[in-house]
């Protein structure tokens, strides 16, 4: 199986910032769309953000709307996820996942859209 591997994630005081790493084998084949999801003790999965192959198109939660920014780098098979302002909320595991769809414009923050996924990296905003 071919799956994302996340990085990046540690502990972090709140109003720090972390850039989180997504990196896949064929990230542009295999994922075309690339989102990042969290889930912390006790929650569901929650959508956090997600962008399309170009990058021209990307969608975000509200509740990470203008601290949060997904990017990607094609040539090296890399997303990222650059957190700011963090919040102790935003403490959880985050999980990169990636699908193909021939809509290269297909940016959705749903779970169910995904069918890659990593093992998680955790993040933690404490003081």
């Known amino acids: 199986q071919l799956q994302p591997v996340e990085s990046g994630g540690g502990l972090v005081q709140p109003g720090g910032s972390l850039r989180l790493s997504c990196a896949a084998s064929?990230?542009?084949?295999?994922?075309?769309?690339v989102g990042w999801f969290r889930q912390a003790p006790g929650k569901g999965r929650e959508g956090v953000a997600c962008?399309?192959?170009?990058?021209?198109?990307?969608d975000y939660a509200t509740s990470v709307k203008g601290r949060f920014t997904i990017s990607r780098d094609n040539a090296k098979n890399m997303v990222y996820l650059q957190m700011n302002s963090l919040k102790a909320e935003d403490t959880a595991v985050y999980y990169c996942?990636?699908?193909?769809?021939?809509?290269?414009?297909?940016?959705?923050?749903?779970?169910?859209?995904?069918?890659?996924w990593g093992q998680g990296t955790q993040v933690t905003v404490s003081s």
């Open positions: 064929k990230l542009i084949s295999d994922y075309v769309t």
């Open positions: 962008i399309t192959f170009e990058g021209g198109v990307s």
């Open positions: 996942a990636g699908a193909s769809y021939s809509n290269h414009q297909f940016c959705e923050i749903r779970e169910g859209a995904y069918y890659k």
